[in-house]
């Protein structure tokens, strides 16, 4: 697996693995056969795995920290903190933004016991809380640091000048945001600054929540519990009118000798040698085409066909209130 740095703490496989959809937001799945995925992923060397608190609550931290005994030296492993979390049936589990500082620490402790490890590799805050100044988050994360209990720093969709703020407290490593085909946001003002201040950029669904792997076409396929049957983009009618982007996906994958998803991810590796992907996958088979798409290379003028070609996609990523927590 061919491998890319996250600032200058960390080296990780060019595709990672990001695993909320094993126990969170899509429906979950048995997990035996999750820990056998995670299994095969440290075997391939997809080495940079990504979690949170919230996924689950809980669980997926849990899920990780099982699949992690004896392969903690493959794994570099991401979570994150920043929201109250509420356990108590019928209440909506990630509740308001919270990145006090005596929070952050909290988490910290409360996640390395989840994960059953010494050091979270990459620790990230998960949404900017707007009542607390990043500068005591940050502050109380590079503590963490200091302590031996987090080695490189993230943040989650924040915007450019809370990403300057936060830099100039302790380096940031990786920013996570959402980049595929299908949403472009960071282009514009993102990526460019995460190349002048050397953050790497790591985007989540880098396969458009799975429309991009041309198997999800209609609104009827997504299970009960799907967070995805809330979003704009997942209704019938913005899927309908992006079908025919699948479909020239499709096509032009298919002129390669390769799938829709591999030639998604390979051009997302193309845009900068910064960005590292990491896309879910829930079985091993899709484990072992996401990493392959690592060896594939684009051409400039390959990748400049395949974004023009996908471009004007149908349908917000989130809806208005969960667009309103990103880009603080």
């Known amino acids: 697996?061919?491998?890319?740095?996250?600032?200058?703490?960390?080296?990780?496989?060019?595709?990672?693995?990001?695993?909320?959809?094993?126990?969170?937001?899509?429906?979950?799945?048995?997990?035996?056969?999750?820990?056998?995925?995670?299994?095969?992923?440290?075997?391939?060397?997809?080495?940079?795995?990504?979690?949170?608190?919230?996924?689950?609550?809980?669980?997926?931290?849990?899920?990780?920290?099982?699949?992690?005994?004896?392969?903690?030296?493959?794994?570099?492993?991401?979570?994150?903190?920043?929201?109250?979390?509420?356990?108590?049936?019928g209440a909506n589990p990630m509740g308001g933004t919270n990145s006090r500082p005596e929070h952050v620490k909290a988490v910290c402790d409360q996640s390395l016991k989840r994960l059953g490890i010494e050091t979270i590799d990459l620790f990230y805050q998960h949404r900017v809380d707007p009542n607390v100044p990043i500068e005591e988050t940050v502050g109380a994360m590079a503590e963490l640091v200091k302590a031996g209990k987090v080695r490189a720093l993230g943040l989650s969709e924040a915007g450019p000048e809370t990403i300057r703020r936060a830099h100039a407290v302790h380096p940031i490593a990786a920013l996570q945001n959402e980049y595929s085909l299908f949403t472009r946001d960071p282009e514009a003002e993102i990526i460019p600054l995460c190349a002048e201040l050397g953050i790497a950029l790591v985007p989540y669904s880098p396969l458009g929540r799975g429309q991009l792997t041309g198997g999800l076409t209609s609104p009827d396929q997504l299970s009960e519990g799907d967070f995805r049957k809330d979003l704009p983009r997942f209704q019938a009618e913005a899927m309908a009118a992006n079908a025919a982007l699948v479909e020239t996906l499709k096509s032009l994958a298919a002129a390669r000798g390769v799938t829709a998803a591999q030639l998604a991810l390979a051009w997302l590796l193309s845009r900068k040698e910064f960005v590292v992907p990491i896309p879910g996958a829930r079985k091993i088979r899709h484990l072992e085409e996401n990493a392959a798409a690592a060896d594939i290379a684009l051409t400039e003028s390959e990748q400049a066909e395949i974004g023009e070609r996908l471009a004007n996609v149908a349908g917000a990523r989130y809806r208005p209130d969960q667009l309103a927590m990103t880009g603080r």
């Open 1 to 89: 697996m061919h491998q890319r740095k996250l600032g200058t703490e960390l080296t990780v496989s060019a595709i990672g693995l990001g695993c909320m959809g094993m126990s969170h937001a899509y429906g979950g799945q048995d997990e035996a056969e999750s820990i056998r995925t995670l299994h095969r992923a440290a075997e391939i060397g997809v080495s940079f795995w990504d979690t949170a608190e919230v996924y689950g609550p809980f669980t997926n931290e849990e899920l990780l920290g099982k699949a992690l005994k004896g392969r903690r030296d493959r794994v570099v492993v991401a979570t994150k903190f920043g929201f109250d979390i509420s356990t108590e049936p």
